[in-house]
């Protein structure tokens, strides 16, 4: 009885004596060690190959660390998927059969997920065109912020308030997008009126020696300040000066203040908004003054608004 079922046929003309044979289970447990030592070689050679490629980018400052971060992952799972379709050789398995199947899963995969696939291609497209990268200040589909990691289904920003933002890739790679670091340099612009009883040539020496003293103005390419406005109460100077663009908000903001106290300091005087009420007839109508305004009390009351 033993003996016939020890010599039952199972698959392939092995019987179950043979597969319980000493010789078949030492050739089954090293198989089974050798998948095991594949694998395992395979994650370390893949963990150090990814790792050796992220540091190529870590290295240059000129290359792009997000780049070679992506760059470094695709190495890492192509090491892996070669390391699993050894074991599975080791094992007998056809793996054409294996990546045909593979192949039918990830295409039905595919469909069911166009979204995400649609942000997985985008982030692609952004990590090799690189229109931003880490550290960047961009404002892309109406949000604006530091550019913190770019992944293959997100960009995430940081906004002046250094609040999280994600955003899908498929919106930052399908719209437009303002990136503020793309060039090294600025030029920041500001406009400043003087009275029009100043004298414009002290006026303009001001502004400028003020602006240009601060290390941060460029001097190439040439600053250029210029009267560009005769506004109903004041005469406007254009200014504008290159500055590097990491100290552009800092600096827009320093320089408009620095003006201001210049101009208080030599007694240039910076107007506001004028009213002049004319009398009719003796009398205010409502549309220009108060009613029974006298000639003294609108020259008074203009007086307040100079």
């Known amino acids: 009885m033993i003996d016939s079922i020890l010599n039952t046929e199972i698959m392939g003309g092995t019987s179950l004596g043979d597969i319980l044979s000493l010789q078949f289970l030492v050739a089954i447990l090293g198989d089974v060690l050798a998948a095991i030592a594949i694998l395992v070689v395979g994650f370390v050679v893949a963990g150090w190959v990814m790792r050796r490629i992220r540091s190529i980018g870590g290295r240059h400052a000129h290359l792009d660390e997000t780049l070679f971060n992506f760059l470094g992952n695709i190495a890492r799972y192509i090491i892996i998927g070669f390391s699993i379709l050894i074991v599975l050789n080791t094992f007998g398995i056809q793996t054409t059969s294996v990546v045909a199947v593979i192949g039918a899963a990830g295409l039905a995969i595919g469909l069911a997920l166009q979204g995400t696939l649609s942000n997985v291609a985008a982030g692609v497209m952004i990590i090799f065109f690189r229109p931003i990268k880490t550290g960047d200040f961009v404002e892309v589909n109406g949000q604006m912020g530091t550019v913190k990691d770019i992944s293959l289904n997100f960009t995430e920003l940081a906004n002046i308030g250094n609040v999280q933002i994600v955003i899908p890739n498929s919106q930052v790679w399908g719209n437009t997008i303002i990136n503020y670091s793309g060039y090294p340099t600025r030029r920041a612009e500001w406009t ?3 009275g029009y009883g100043a004298n414009l040539a002290e006026a303009e020496r001001v502004i400028i020696d003020t602006i240009m003293g601060d290390e941060r103005s460029m001097k190439e390419p040439a600053p250029f300040i210029q009267v560009n406005n005769l506004n109903d109460s004041s005469v406007d100077f254009l200014v504008r000066v290159w500055v590097a663009s990491a100290d ?13 106290e210049a101009l208080d ?5 910076i107007p506001f908004p004028t009213r002049t009420l004319v009398m009719e007839g003796g009398s205010a109508s409502p549309n220009h003054g108060p009613s029974g ?10 007086e307040s608004q100079t």
């Open 192 to 194: 400043f009126g003087v």
């Open 265 to 269: 300091a030599k007694g240039i005087p």
């Open 293 to 302: 305004a006298t000639s003294e009390d609108i020259v008074r009351e203009d």
């Open 248 to 260: 552009y908000f800092a600096y827009q903001t320093d320089m408009t203040r620095r003006v201001k």
